[in-house]
C-alpha cells in the first residue's frame, strides 16, 4: 500500500470533524473522497498532508510517517493541489517550477526544465507559459496547480476538487491526464469530489464521509442508490449508459 491512514481523528475548536478514519490506498488507484458540504474532505486531504496536525492516529505514505518527515520529505512524497490557491504575481511558468523546489539545489537544472516544460505541454499551457497568474481565468489557474503538482513527482497527489473551475472538456482531459500520470508512475490520487458521475467515471474506489466517520470504502462499482439517498439525503438511479454508471436524481 502506498498510502495508509490508521485512526486518524483531527478537528478544530468547536470540536471533532473527523474520528477514527482507517483506510488505504494502493499503488495506482485514485479514491474519490465523496460526501456533503462539511463532512470533511478537506479537512481530511490536510491532514494527510500534515498542513493540519491530526489529534490522534497516523498516515503513512510507502510505510513512513508522515508526521515524523522534514517537510521536503513531505514535499517529495505529497502534492497537494487546494480548492483555492493564493500565489503571489508570478507566471505560470515560475508558478509550475515551484513544484520543483523540493529537488532544487543551487540552481534549477536542465532536468528541472524539461519537467517543468513537458507539465506545461502536458496541461496545454504553452500558450499561457509566460502569463502573470492574476490575468488567468480560475480555469487555467487550476491548470497551472495541477502542473506545479506534477513536476513535484509526488508519490501521492492530493487534489481538493480539481476540475471545480473547469468546463467539460478540460474536466475529462485533466482527469484522463491525472488518471493517465498516476498508472505512468503507479502513483496514487486521493481528490474530494463534488461530482459523482466524474467520480464514477475517473476514481476506481470511493470513500463516503458521514457524520465524521467513514459511512462506506469500496470499488466504484459498489456505489448503490441507497447509499447517495443516505449520505445526501437525495433519491437517485444510476444506469449503465455505454458502458458508464452515470447517477441521475430522480424527479421527486
Ligand atoms: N479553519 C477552520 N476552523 C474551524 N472550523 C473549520 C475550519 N475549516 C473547516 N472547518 C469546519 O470543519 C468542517 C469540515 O470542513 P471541510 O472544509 O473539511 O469540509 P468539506 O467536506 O471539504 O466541505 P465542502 O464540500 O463544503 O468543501 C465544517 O463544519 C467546517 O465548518
Known sequence: MILNVQDLCIG???????KNLDFRVA???????????????TTLLRCINRILKPSQGRVLVKDRDVLRMRSEEIARNLSYVAQKTEMGRMTAFDAVLL???PYLGWKVTHNDL?????????????????????????GELQKVCIA??????????????????LDLKNQLEIL????????????????????????LRFAHKFLFLKDGGIYHHGGIEELTPEMVKAVY????????????????????
Not at 499503488?27 to 474532505?41: C, F, Q, S, V, Y
Not at 484522463?176 to 467520480?199: P, S, Y
Not at 449503465?240 to 436524481?249: E, K, S, T
Open 27 to 41: 499503488h495506482g488507484e485514485i479514491l474519490g473522497i465523496l460526501g456533503p458540504n462539511g463532512a470533511g474532505k
Open 12 to 18: 478544530y475548536d468547536q470540536g471533532l470533524v473527523l
Open 176 to 199: 484522463r491526464t491525472i488518471d493517465f500520470v498516476v498508472q505512468e508512475h503507479e502513483l496514487a490520487a486521493v481528490m474530494t469530489m463534488h461530482d459523482l458521475n466524474l467520480a
Open 148 to 165: 506545479r503538482a506534477l513536476v513535484q513527482e509526488p508519490t501521492v497527489m492530493l487534489l481538493d476538487e480539481p476540475t471545480s473551475s
Open 233 to 252: 439525503g437525495v433519491e437517485v438511479d444510476i444506469l449503465n449508459h455505454q458502458g458508464n454508471l452515470v447517477i441521475v436524481p430522480k424527479n421527486n
Open 99 to 101: 513544484g520543483r523546489r
Open 114 to 138: 524539461r519537467i517543468v516544460d513537458a507539465a506545461i505541454k502536458r496541461l496545454g499551457l504553452e500558450e499561457l507559459a509566460l502569463r502573470h497568474l492574476d490575468q488567468m481565468s480560475g
